[in-house]
T-cell receptor, first 114, second 112 residues
Framework: GEDVEQSLFLSVREGDSSVINCTYT??????LYWYKQEPGAGLQLLTY?????DMKQDQRLTVLLNKKDKHLSLRIADTQTGDSAIYFC??????????????FGKGTHLIIQP | DGGITQSPKYLFRKEGQNVTLSCEQN?????MYWYRQDPGQGLRLIYY???????QKGDIAEGYSVSREKKESFPLTVTSAQKNPTAFYLC???????????FGPGTRLLVL
């Protein structure tokens, strides 16, 4: 079955690193995504990783993928107040025969303390 | 300036009324999607379209209808059969099916 799990809240101090975790259940996932949503807005694509990779870095963002444990994480270095948002993990299955949509977690609210 | 636009930003529906949410993209993407977001929930797929004049039901299609007469446009109608329509509706598109999806700004639908 398809299920993506995330913690609902994460609180970090400004300037520290934030690590947002996600677990997924379907081993046939092809791509895994991180999206950011600010209040009242749509989803902004942050980064994605193909399932045959184990790490991807893009400026302050580092994505780690552990396929064996079906665990995905997003690390944000030097967290700023502008990083305050909801972060969604999503997987694409595309295993043929299923719908083309993404399966989303419920989102992690990142709260920045001054 | 390329992107995905959704209108209106807020929409009010009366009992028994059908309402239509607009989604337009000028990215030349083949595939388009509609998702529903409820408070504290992830997004759930309503309908998707891989190509013009073709669309498929997602996980929660009951009470909704779509059309795809033009590549750029994928309107969603929330019918009176949808008993709990209050939600945030997000449209997305991807270059082709099974590729990275990009989202519009969303429409918030409220029931009077």
């Amino acid at each position: 079955g398809e299920d993506v799990e995330q913690s609902l809240f994460l609180s970090v101090r400004e300037g520290d690193s934030s690590v947002i975790n996600c677990t997924y259940t379907d081993s046939s996932s092809t791509y895994l995504y991180w999206y950011k949503q600010e209040p009242g807005a749509g989803l902004q694509l942050l980064t994605y990783i193909f399932s045959n990779m184990d790490m991807k870095q893009d400026q302050r963002l580092t994505v780690l993928l552990n396929k064996k444990d079906k665990h995905l994480s997003l690390r944000i270095a030097d967290t700023q107040t502008g990083d305050s948002a909801i972060y969604f993990c999503a997987e694409s299955l595309y295993s043929g025969g299923g719908a083309d949509g993404l399966t989303f977690g419920k989102g992690t609210h990142l709260i920045i303390q001054p | 300036d390329g992107g995905i636009t959704q209108s209106p930003k807020y929409l009010f529906r009366k009992e028994g009324q059908n309402v239509t949410l607009s989604c337009e993209q000028n990215l030349n993407h083949d595939a388009m999607y509609w998702y529903r977001q409820d408070p504290g929930q992830g997004l759930r797929l309503i309908y998707y379209s891989q190509i013009v004049n073709d669309f498929q039901k997602g996980d929660i299609a009951e009470g909704y209808s779509v059309s795809r007469e033009k590549k750029e446009s994928f309107p969603l109608t929330v019918t009176s059969a949808q008993k709990n329509p209050t939600a945030f509706y997000l449209c997305a598109s991807s270059p082709r099916r099974q590729e990275t999806q990009y989202f519009g700004p969303g429409t918030r639908l409220l029931v009077l």
